[in-house]
């Protein structure tokens, strides 16, 4: 047998081809993989300056929901008529919304360190000056002071921690933040209440002084990332944080006001929803054309990001949600006071207590992808347990419902962060931690609105059936009513049968008030579970976690 000879053409390219295949794959991520490799390991210092910072990031969570319990004695106190009194959390709420996307510029042009201990000795000072306060006019500037010092507090904790931490540390760091956000927000309304059973109300704000200015003292101490950028006050756009304050401001007081008022049928409320809307097309024109933006959006290019920043925003509607509806059904219809109610609400944060351990293992050995998944469908399974409520629904009837979603969301949080957080580059981090805190902020501003709409008109179209039911004509109706009114007769002079019709039509209320709620958390348990179709499009997390 003869060999053919090779042309010269099929000799070079076998030539390149074993070039090729010699040549060694280059570095899956050298920048990342650099970075990881030259941080050094955490010390003591960045640890206590990390603690220091998350008990700052605490306070300022926890002071949205403090006052809640405590409205009716700050109402009392300031001379307020019941409509003007929720301005004391209201005010909160917009301040915190509009500071936290600005948060990111402020840390660039300040550094993380002074921004940080500036708004900590701000939100110390505001809360001073809110016990202070004599009327609802100080109140509100003084809430509304504090509510910006929180909202810059609130962002600076992660990339502090994505500087400082890699490794298994990482997630060790971020199961105990999310334990700190979801605690807070659960354990508000419960401090604000004892504190104000116990002494007054002015000490939900005198609580914050010694903790506050310990706060500021250490990271001043401890915490030194970068360093100021007074290049960017040359072109600093006031023009975008005018747009972005009207455009979050008014969106914040229609969603919050929006359900007490009516929604557009109000006057106010309509005249904020026009001006937002105006002011978010020419927000989102400035930051796209403006060379210096206040808030730099190009974080949404990145898949991952807006993925995770839209998981964020689910689990903050599940979060606020539930934190609201639970409490909200057991003072209206079990009549708990608020340490009963406390005492309820609790096991949720005890179930996330227990779980933080594990969380951060899982963390480490487990797809975040996976783990989210997790997450999703646990919220979901137990807001499909907890629509089961009655009007004898109390604590144990509630005790596995809120196991569950204390563990869901200890699955929930540290995926969400780290799939958002954990593929942005380092010059990006600031302005996407401002945002991705800004989109959970949303999702519970939007997802109470949303549930103030919907239980007026599903308390109203369960009334409506009920009442079809309630017929006189009824001969079992009929019997109802004699027989209370029996039972009235030696108690109640006058007029027993109309004493049975009123117990009859308060049963009645409390029952369309039981089924209303199950709406409620059965919508948002079907939320979670269309959380789950998105799923796929996540990338692999670039993993920081890796030993």
Known sequence: MTWAPISPLRRARIARRAEVAIQPKPAAEPARAAVVATTPAPTLRDWLGVLAMVVGLFMAIMDVQIVTSSLTQIQGGLSASPDEISWVQTSYLIADVVMVPLS????????TRVLFVTAALGFTGASALCATATSLGQMIVYRAMQGFSGGAMMPLVFPVIYTKFRMPQLATVMVLIS?????????????????TDTWSWHWLFLVNLAPGIAVAVTVW??????????????????????????????????????????WLSDDTIRAAVVVSSIASVFFFWRVLTYHQPIVDLRAFTNRNFALGSFYTFVVGTGM???????????????????????????????AQMAMSPFSAHLARKMDLRLMLSCGIGLFAVSMYLTAGLTNQTGFWELLVPQAVRGVALMFCYVPANM??????????????????????????????????????????????????????ARQIVQQFLDAHANRFEALIPGDPGRAAVK??????????????????????????????????????????LVH
């Open 104 to 111: 990111g510029t402020l840390s660039r042009l300040l550094s």
């Open 179 to 195: 334990l700190i956000l979801n605690m807070s927000s659960t354990l508000g309304p419960t401090i604000g209440g004892f504190l």
């Open 221 to 262: 101490l401890l915490v030194d990332i970068d360093k100021p950028e007074l290049s960017l006050l040359r072109h600093f756009d006031l023009t975008g944080l005018m747009l972005m304050a009207l455009f979050l401001g008014c969106l914040q007081y229609a969603l919050q006001e929006g359900p007490r008022w009516d």
């Open 320 to 350: 606020y949600g539930t934190t609201y509806l639970i409490p909200l059904f057991l003072a209206q219809v079990r009549g708990f006071s608020s340490l009963q109610i406390g005492e309820t609400v609790v096991v949720a944060g005890l």
């Open 419 to 472: 799939i958002a957080l954990g593929s942005l580059p380092q010059d990006m981090m600031k302005n996407g931690a401002g945002l991705y805190n800004l989109m959970r902020d949303l999702g519970g501003a939007i997802g109470l609105a949303s549930i103030g709409a919907i239980m007026n008109a599903r308390l109203h179209f369960h009334w409506n059936r009920l009442i079809e039911d309630i017929n006189p």
């Open 503 to 544: 117990l009859l039509s308060s049963m009645a209320q409390r029952e369309a008030l039981v089924l209303t709620y199950n709406d409620l958390l059965l919508l948002l348990g079907a939320l979670f579970v269309c959380g789950l179709l998105l799923l796929p499009l996540v990338r692999r997390p670039r993993s920081l």
